[in-house]
Every structure is written in C-alpha cells, then in structure tokens.
C-alpha cells in the first residue's frame, strides 16, 4: 500500500529533526540490521600468483624492506575496496624479502600468521627464537610479540600475510611499537620451542604467556606427513576430503585466539559436495591444481594462488591432480561468542 503524501513528508520532517540530535529510527534499517542470512560485503575472488608476482618483484626495486617496515602488496577483496581487507575481519598480503634484507623487529597488538610462499633460508624471528623458512610452513606471530624478518639466503623469499587487523580495528584496540634495533637479540636455538611443546610433552614448569599456541614454527614436512597419513587410514570427507586444524599442543584448541589454521588434502580427481559455513575463508594453494565453485562462479587455481569465501557462500572443491590446501579464518572468535554456523549445500 503506498504511503499518504503527507505521512511520508512528516515522517521525513521529523528524521531531519531526531538526526539533528544524533538518533535515527530503527524501523528504517531494522532488515539490515538483522538480516535474515549473512548478507556480506566480501566477495568471491582470486589472485594469481603468476599474476602478481611480477608487481611483487617490481615493488624490490621501488622501496627497501628497512623503509617499507613490510614490504607488503595487500590483497584487498574487491567488495571492500579501501579497507585494506581480504574479509570483513582479516587481512591477507604477499610479502617479499630480498637477500640480505631485514625487516626491522616490532610487535604490536594483531596477531599474525605467515604461510611461505616462494623461496628458502630466510627467517622470521620471534621473541628470541629464529625459524629458517621453507615452502609450505606455517609461522605464528603471537599478539604483541617481538619479531623481525630476514633473510640470509640468495634468492627472494615470499610469504602470504594473515593478521586479525580489521578485528582489532574494529574494537579500536590497536597498539605498536618499534624495537631499539632492526634486529632482536637471539636468546634461544633454533627448533626450541617445537622440542618442547610440539612433541606431546610440556615442561613441568610450563606457564602460558597467552592463548596462542607455545609452537610458532609448524614445518610443512610434518604437516605433509600427517596429511599422508590421514588419506592411508580411511575415505575422505564429502565436502572436505583430508582436513586437519593447526592446534595449540598445550591446549588441543586453535593456534591462535582470533585466526584459525587449516590444511587439507585433495585426492586427484576428488569432486567435493558443496559446503558452507559463516567464518568467510582464505584459502592458499601450495599443491596441485583445481577448481573452487564458490555459489555461482566457478575459479580455477594452480599452486601458489590465493582466493577467498565469503560468509555462508557454497564452496565446492574439485581436484585435478592432488592437491594441498593451506586456510584460515576467524572461526575462534565466532566459535567463542556462540555464532558460528556450518551446512552442507
């Protein structure tokens, strides 16, 4: 029923009014407000490494890493344009480090992870520990934790970003700070903490610094292997096939509060039933090649690239030939506030 003209010219007059005051009526945003099903601004989307990598390598020659702090291309989901996001909560970049580079050592609220990307020999050190870098691992960096990046090897090392930065901007709980010297003081050998908390043993003295996992180098040839493993001892997962969680050894629950971490492996010619789930996903390619239907558009990937479900949008996952997915996703957080959601499609 359309609405009397002078109802709506009043109902306009005194929006102007209580706007005038800093109110503004709920029946106007109310389906907005509290939609019916996730309506997210992220967007399905992929970058493709071979693609980028030429702008990455380009960004070497334009500004150092000691200038640039990160150099950093971030992937910025086309539905979120200017918010330097890859989702609604996390942000997701590619990072070059030349030989001979350091990444000056700071620390600062967001946590972050890294998945390497391209090259071996470089390292990130964190809180007093170095791990050398290799294709394929997965380093933590701990909420307002030392650490800095180097490397010592001679060709180019690449790494794809993850940090909870949108989260934290979110809750306006941002600090940062710089350490008095490019690099920290190295307190403790290399592989010292997966020697005492990655092998189903603790210390007895153990006391937790946060809820981040005491692990903060996980080797992808264990990680490999565990997949291998898995795939010897039974069918896979309709949606899934091979999947397994980066855990906290000391707690058995998530490597980070805010941030997830996920791998899965994908048989040659594995066709996955659709799957979809209210945690929008990052996903990275470290094998093989395939497909990703996220709802109605279908993305081929190859090792290397990145591509990204939205909240509550179908995925269904195709193998080639076989295929190791690297993901992550805020899943803690929604898991701890009760809101997560899953289906299959």
């Excluded at 005051?21 to 709920?26: E, G, I, S, W």
């Excluded at 992929?46 to 702090?69: K, T």
């Excluded at 903060?216 to 997962?237: D, I, N």
């Amino acid at each position: 029923m359309n609405q009397p003209v002078d109802a709506r010219a009043a109902r306009e007059a005194y929006y102007r009014q209580i706007a005038a005051k800093n109110m503004t009526p709920l029946w106007e945003s109310l389906a907005a407000l509290v939609p019916e099903r996730p309506q997210p601004a992220c967007v399905p989307a992929i970058w493709r490494y071979d693609e980028v990598r030429p702008w990455l390598m380009q960004s070497g020659s334009l500004i150092s890493a000691a200038e640039a702090v990160r150099r950093v291309l971030i992937l910025e989901n086309p539905g979120l344009s200017g918010s330097s996001a890859i989702t609604q909560s996390l942000y997701a970049g590619l990072q070059l480090i030349l030989p001979g580079e350091v990444a000056p050592s700071h620390r600062h609220t967001q946590s972050a992870l890294r998945l390497v990307v391209e090259g071996s020999g470089a390292y990130t050190a964190v809180e007093g520990e170095r791990a050398t870098m290799h294709p394929g691992d997965f380093i933590i960096t701990p909420s307002w934790t030392w650490h800095d990046h180097g490397n010592d090897a001679s060709g180019p090392v690449v790494w794809l970003d993850g940090l909870d930065i949108p989260l934290v901007r979110f809750f306006d709980c941002g600090f940062a700070e710089n350490y008095p010297q490019a690099s920290q003081p190295i307190a403790r050998p290399e592989g010292d903490a997966l020697a005492r908390y990655g092998n189903n043993l603790l210390p007895l003295d153990y006391a937790p610094r946060s809820l981040t996992s005491p692990v903060f180098a996980y080797p992808y040839a264990r990680t490999r292997e565990s997949l291998a493993q898995l795939a010897a001892a039974g069918a896979p997962h309709a949606a899934h096939s091979y999947k397994m969680q980066f855990i906290n050894p000391a707690t058995g629950g998530y490597a980070m509060p805010t941030m997830a971490a996920f791998v899965q492996l994908l048989p040659a010619g594995f066709s996955g039933a659709g799957y979809r789930c209210t945690d929008a996903t990052v996903f990275h390619v470290i094998e093989g090649k395939g497909h990703a239907r996220i709802g109605e558009r279908d993305f081929a990937f190859s090792p290397r690239d990145t591509f990204v479900v939205p909240a509550w949008a179908s995925c269904a996952l195709r193998a080639e030939e076989e295929c190791v997915l690297f993901s992550f996703s805020d899943r803690p957080v929604q898991r701890a506030l009760g809101l997560w959601r899953e289906e299959s499609t």
